[in-house]
């Protein structure tokens, strides 16, 4: 499970990375400041994952778990509040808002939840990478 389960992170990552860059650099959507820590939680882990699959170093677990534990956290944050609270939310005088909705299906998927539903993929992947590494 461990190769194969960096693989599969590698794979998740790159594309979660190829999504958020197609929408800013070919379509033109600017990233908000919340969608930039995102991004700044998410991106390290490509060049991560990617070393860990080549070396077959499973020991990349704990750091995706931390870099994913505070990108779910921006992303369920600014879901939630694109969804319930977009008069609370401190945006930039100038630039883009953090509550414009660039993508919403069924009610309830914008780009953070795809962000919140990749991160708490990587984590729970990284769950059993570490426990299959250590058992």
Not at 110 to 124: C, D, R
Request: glycine share 6%; hydrophobic share 55%.
């Amino acid at each position: 499970m461990s190769k194969r389960g960096l693989l599969i992170a590698l794979v998740v990552s790159v594309l979660a990375t190829i999504l958020t860059l197609f929408y800013s650099d070919v379509l033109g959507f600017e990233p908000c400041p919340l969608c930039w820590w995102q991004r700044i939680f998410l991106f390290p882990q490509v060049i991560l994952f990617g070393m860990a699959f080549w070396k077959k170093d499973a020991y990349i677990a704990e750091y995706s778990i931390v870099l994913s534990i505070f990108g779910f956290g921006v992303a369920l944050y600014q879901h939630a509040l694109q969804m319930f609270g977009e008069g609370s939310l401190p945006c930039p005088a100038t630039g883009v808002s953090c509550a414009q909705r660039i993508l919403f299906e069924f009610g309830y998927i914008t780009f953070p939840m795809l962000a919140v539903t990749a991160f708490a993929f990587l984590i729970v992947l990284m769950l059993f990478v570490r426990a299959r590494r250590t058992s």
